[in-house]
């Protein structure tokens, strides 16, 4: 086992020690049927992270604590387009507990996942492992104020091809600092695969990039999800324009 494995290892355990119990429940993928098992901090257990998180203010909430539907869909549409992935370096804003990474890492992908916190990075890694034998390299970030010498490690090989993120607009305080951060860390012919599920803050962010040029296609999925949310999940492949005087592009293909 190497030291970051044994690190993530330590931060479950300390969960555990800490009153935390942890599940492991079967995620089936919609689309393609594929399932992974993943595991997660118990119900009993998220509230009290979410207590403890209230204790801390400022502290961002553990809301990667649970299942998402648009980190189920994302990881269903790469399945398809694993070839695109293999061997390419990929970058996740809001790994949460590792579907997407574990399709990724599957695909080939050499991923960098990124969350707030080591824990979250923990079930991640945890996850990845014990579903595809691989784990990505993890980086604690907090994207909407990211310090400078955590942008240099990111990109001390290069900016990003793809860069994915499932469900990181939950408000309106997103849209700036995911754009910003999209340009300093995506390739200027590189592929940000975004999925949602319909918010408002969502539709600002790609209003703002189809006014910047960035052209892109949607997919969407309506589940079934593993919490029996019934939601409409889009799923965006966005790209800058690769002509300077690029027309704007519609938001009618962005939006099916």
Partial sequence: MN????RHLTSLQQLMSNGGEVETVNVQLPRTGRSYRIALPTE?????????????????????????????????????????????????????LGVTASVALESGAL????DYTELALSFCHYNTRMNTGRAPRTMALNWREPQ???LARLTEDGQFPIILAAD????????????ELTDSLLLP?????????????AARFLLALAERGWVGTTEY???????????????????????????????GGWRP
Wanted: hydrophobic fraction near 40%; glycine fraction near 8%; charge should be negative.
């Fill in 3 to 6: 030291e970051e494995s044994k």
């Fill in 168 to 179: 990181v607009l939950y408000e309106g305080a997103d849209i700036a600092p995911l754009i």
């Fill in 111 to 114: 991923l960098t996942a990124v």
């Fill in 44 to 96: 009993d257990s998220r509230m009290m992270l979410f207590a403890q998180a209230r204790e801390r203010p400022g502290q961002p909430q553990p809301f990667w604590s649970q299942l998402w539907p648009s980190g189920v869909a994302l990881a269903d549409v790469l399945i398809p387009n694993s070839a695109a992935l293999a061997g390419v370096r990929v970058l996740e804003l809001g790994s949460g």
């Fill in 189 to 201: 012919d590189g592929v940000l695969w975004l999925a949602e599920p319909g918010r408002k803050t």
């Fill in 221 to 251: 999925s309506d589940g079934p999800w593993p919490n029996g949310a019934e939601v409409r999940v889009y799923v965006h492949k966005l790209q800058r324009p690769t002509q300077p005087d690029w027309l704007l592009s519609s938001l």
């Fill in 148 to 150: 400078p010498e955590a």
